[in-house]
């Protein structure tokens, strides 16, 4: 129990850590800049799409849902292999409950790092692309099509904060499903307790972990209901034009 102990640990320390190397202020430093003096200041993907471009946006998105994905996949396959019990098909649902528990304990410390990185004075990102991550591992067929839903909506709507909320939605909400099915199933055909305890927990971490979210878009929350949260402007011509203006104000700057 004590080396399985040290083990949990481990993950979530180490999981933590990693969440503190912040790709958004890496990428802009390599560029001469610092991402969190331009634009909105957020160290994340739509603040370096807006004022580094489409591309390294792009990359500092692959790299924070890696970030995610890796230390989740490590809790999965740890914690599904060292004395949890092992998988099994419950009431008809296949209860993989212990290997998602790994998964969410080490998504959530992975999370907690980039939102409050000991290495940046405790002021990192809003963990969007990061929560994307762990739902990659988890739901790896549903959270594509959340980004992709996601993606839609923010084009349609200008909306990022709520565009965003809708890509971590989709997988947590099937996760927190399957899994309450499972415990519900296990409790019915009498199995172990152990599983739905185990069960529960991450249903318990899948909720810290969007309500996390919540609180870190807390301001677009409050200017989304007082009609001043500005417009997500990436595709399109809206945000040619945006872009543009921008250029001509910075050569108006240097001008002075």
Not at 18 to 41: E, H, M, P, T, Y
């Amino acid at each position: 129990m004590l080396i399985e102990a040290i083990i949990i640990v481990a993950l979530i320390v180490g999981s933590y850590l990693l969440g503190n190397v912040n790709f958004a202020v890496l990428i802009s430093k390599l560029k001469k800049s610092d991402v969190r003096d331009v634009g909105s200041g957020n160290p994340g993907t739509m603040n370096m799409i807006r004022n580094y471009g489409k591309f390294i946006g792009a990359v500092t998105l692959i790299a924070d849902v890696a970030k995610g994905a890796i230390p989740s996949l490590i809790g999965w396959l740890v914690v599904g292999g060292i004395g949890f019990g092992e998988s099994r098909l419950i009431g008809g649902i296949f209860m993989d409950a212990p290997p998602r528990l790994g998964a969410y304990i080490a998504g959530f410390s992975v999370i907690l790092g980039h939102v409050f990185p000991v290495f940046f004075k405790f002021k990192g990102g809003k963990g969007i692309a990061t929560a994307l991550g762990v739902g990659l591992i988890a739901q790896p067929l549903i959270a594509p099509l959340a980004f992709g839903f996601g993606a839609l909506f923010i084009h349609l709507t200008k909306l990022g904060a709520l565009g965003s909320f809708s890509i971590i939605s989709m997988p947590l909400a099937v996760e927190a499903f399957m899994l309450s099915r499972g415990v519900s199933n296990a409790l019915d055909v009498g199995q172990t307790l152990s599983y739905a305890y185990i069960a529960l927990a991450s249903i318990i971490l899948i909720f810290c972990m969007f309500m996390f979210t919540l609180f870190t878009h807390r301001k677009n929350i409050v200017n989304l209901f007082s009609g001043t949260e500005h417009r997500t402007l990436i595709w399109g011509k809206e945000a040619k034009a945006a872009k543009e203006a921008k250029r001509k104000l910075l050569e108006e700057q240097q001008n002075l």
